[in-house]
């Protein structure tokens, strides 16, 4: 499992939806609210438009509405998907405006393997990154 993971996360960006859909039938209950999300091939997120200059986008993700793995595997497709926009507007030669990230309740997404990176390239993208949590120890 460690390793499938591992390959999957040096995988180009563009390929991370195509893998989801592919290994999603093996781990997520088929017609769940998870599988209704995340096994489909398009997207109605308009990045490009949320990272215009100006522009504010906010994701609200309650406590109460959504069961806690869900709301952390919604979450970080966010997170994951913000930055390969951002990447890929970079690599299309748009021009860099700044993007500030919030994520409250940061331990919610701690995990995430790919934090690393997404910390240290941020600055290059014009990417801006406040986490805040209420428990430093996580």
Do not use: C
Request: charged letters at 20%.
């Amino acid at each position: 499992m460690k390793k499938t993971i591992e390959a999957i996360s040096g995988l180009d960006p563009q390929a991370f939806t195509a893998v989801l859909n592919r290994i999603s039938g093996f781990v997520i209950p088929a017609g769940s609210l998870t599988s209704k999300t995340f096994n489909t091939r398009k997207t109605t997120v308009d990045w490009n438009g949320m990272l215009s200059p100006q522009g504010i986008t906010i994701f609200r993700i309650p406590r109460h509405a959504l069961p806690d793995d869900f709301r952390k595997i919604l979450t970080s497709t966010i997170i994951l998907d913000l930055f390969f926009a951002i990447e890929r507007r970079k690599n299309d030669g748009k021009p860099i405006t700044p993007v500030y990230l919030v994520i409250d309740e940061f331990q919610n997404v701690a995990n995430l393997d790919v934090l690393d990176t997404i910390f240290s390239e941020a600055r290059k993208f014009g990417l801006h990154i406040v986490l805040a949590t209420q428990s430093p120890s996580s």
